[in-house]
């Protein structure tokens, strides 16, 4: 079965300081997609970013890059210059192509002021 | 605008009263599913649906029914509540299509808070 493990609960971080969010998976398939979404207080689920297992460069959106170690099936998530728009529920999640989606349990964020 | 929409957002009703959480996306998607948040569970599937009249179940299917019969919508049926079913609900959807950039990532709704008394 495929599995999703964020070993982090809880996590904070002050204002304009970096974290970094854990994420490992697993699965046999070779041919992947991995998630990073965002809930909010307002509950919308927004997605992040996104990596496509078969390409080696980490994915980058603005302040936010992961740390892609595909042999390791590890997927963190670094938060740079947090701003307190960045508190929310962080989730990691895979697909194997065309196949479903499986959720991390999440890491509640709080930037601290 | 691309949305998801699924309605109600919050629903309070007593066991066994019969009641469905609807759900209708307008980006054409063939793939459309329901999960549901727990704390410390993070989100579960119940149903997912590959494309109109075909659906299947997920992790967590117990008690609950769906049907596909339009692309677009993809209603959640709870036949007889039960507490155990009070959860905060969401429904989603993605286009899936080969391995293209746009396609695979799920696009949620703003998601239904139910208490089942």
């Known amino acids: 079965a495929q599995t999703v493990t964020q070993s982090q609960p809880e996590m904070s971080v002050q204002e304009a300081e970096t974290v970094t969010l854990s994420c490992t998976y697993d699965?046999?398939?070779?041919?992947?997609?991995l998630f990073w979404y965002k809930q909010p207080p307002s509950r919308q689920m927004i997605l992040v970013i996104r990596q496509e297992a078969y390409k080696q460069q980490n994915a980058t959106e603005n302040r936010f890059s992961v740390n892609f170690q595909k042999a390791a099936k590890s997927f963190s998530l670094k938060i740079s210059d947090s701003q307190l728009g960045d508190t929310a529920m962080y989730f990691c999640?895979?697909?194997?192509?065309?196949?479903?989606?499986?959720f991390g349990p999440g890491t509640r964020l709080s930037v601290l002021p | 605008e691309a949305q998801v929409t699924q309605n109600p957002r919050y629903l309070i009703t007593v066991t066994g009263k019969k009641l469905t959480v609807t759900c209708s996306q307008n980006m054409n998607h063939e793939y459309m599913s329901w999960y549901r948040q727990d704390p410390g569970l993070g989100l579960r599937q119940i149903y997912y649906s590959m494309n109109v009249e075909v659906t299947d179940k997920g992790d967590v299917p117990e008690g609950y029914k769906v049907s596909r019969k339009e692309k677009r919508n993809f209603p959640l049926i709870l036949e007889s509540p039960s507490p155990n079913q009070t959860s905060l609900y969401f429904c989603?959807?993605?286009?899936?299509?080969?391995?293209?950039?746009?396609?695979?990532?799920?696009?949620f709704g703003a998601g239904s808070r139910l208490t089942v008394l």
């Open positions: 989603a959807s993605r286009d899936g299509q080969g391995q293209s950039s746009g396609a695979n990532v799920l696009t």
């Open positions: 699965t046999s398939e070779n041919n992947y997609y």
């Open positions: 999640a895979f697909m194997i192509y065309g196949q479903n989606f499986v």
